[in-house]
């Protein structure tokens, strides 16, 4: 059965508990590390990793789990010696990389905007799609607190825009590429109705679009690759 789409209330949240979690990228490479340490890790072993204060390392490790994506134990590694204090050891739920946030999408609507847009000729429809995205992404910047008066960088701004797609289901990120920079989606929340109406892939375009002129100013997106189209990822390019 199809859910309801977020609320923007909602969205909002999901988009906050995401950047709050994974925003800052050393923290993005401890939730990695701690992937790879199924029987968990402390807080003195991510500081030793990463030269950090131990502070530090136990702030960014309560940041994971009070997002829901590490979990706190209290005990030793299999096979440490029996005597001492029992460490505080931080693990991932589960031993695949996700990102488990709340967030919905209706299909049924999904489908129907393929079928109307198959209507229409391939370049009108295009056109239509990509405006649509176009005014989501203005919506989706304003729910993530713009104001238009904080002036973010080009750089800064799209590396908000790969975490609020991602808070949205595409599994994104921003990097920097022959000179350029895109954004890289993974994952595409159309799943089936992009594959059988591909210009679809216009309202990621337009999303992009929408939320760059909200959280900088005017820029230009194309669409690079596909996964409608066979590729293995999604890609954007973007301009300022």
Same mark, same amino acid.
Not at 8 to 32: C, M, Q
Not at 44 to 58: D, P
Not at 102 to 126: F, M, N, S
């Given at each position: ?107 049924? /609507?999904? =489908? %129907?905007? *393929?079928?109307?847009?198959? +209507?229409?000729? &391939?370049?009108? !429809? ?85 939320? /760059?002129? =909200? %959280?900088? *100013?005017?820029?230009?997106? +194309?669409?690079? &690759?596909?996964? !409608? ?12």
């Amino acid at each position: 059965m199809a859910q309801p789409s977020l609320s923007p209330t909602e969205f909002a949240s999901a988009v906050t508990a995401i950047t709050s979690a994974f925003g800052d990228p050393t923290r993005r490479e401890i939730y990695l590390f701690v992937h790879e340490h199924p029987e968990g890790v402390t807080a003195s072993e991510v500081a030793e990793r990463f030269e950090l204060h131990a502070n530090v390392a136990r702030h960014h490790l309560d940041k994971l789990t009070a997002g829901g994506h590490l979990e706190v134990t209290v005990g030793r590694p299999p096979g440490a010696p029996g005597a001492g204090r029992p460490s505080k050891r931080y693990k991932a739920h589960t031993a695949e990389v996700e990102l488990d946030l709340p967030v919905r999408h209706d299909d049924v /609507l999904i =489908t %129907l905007l *393929g079928r109307a847009l198959a +209507l229409l000729p &391939r370049e009108q !429809a295009e056109a239509m799609a990509e405006e649509v995205g176009v005014e989501y992404g203005r919506t989706m910047a304003r729910a993530m607190g713009s104001s238009g008066d904080v002036q973010r960088s080009f750089r800064t701004s799209l590396h908000a825009v790969a975490d609020a797609l991602s808070a949205h289901g595409f599994a994104a990120h921003a990097e920097a590429h022959d000179g350029g920079l895109r954004i890289i989606s993974n994952h595409c929340p159309f799943g089936d109705a992009a594959v059988e109406h591909p210009v679809i892939c216009a309202v990621d375009r337009g999303m992009v679009r929408g939320m /760059l002129e =909200t %959280l900088y *100013g005017d820029t230009t997106t +194309l669409t690079e &690759r596909s996964r !409608a189209a066979g590729d293995p990822t999604c890609i954007t390019s973007v301009g300022s």
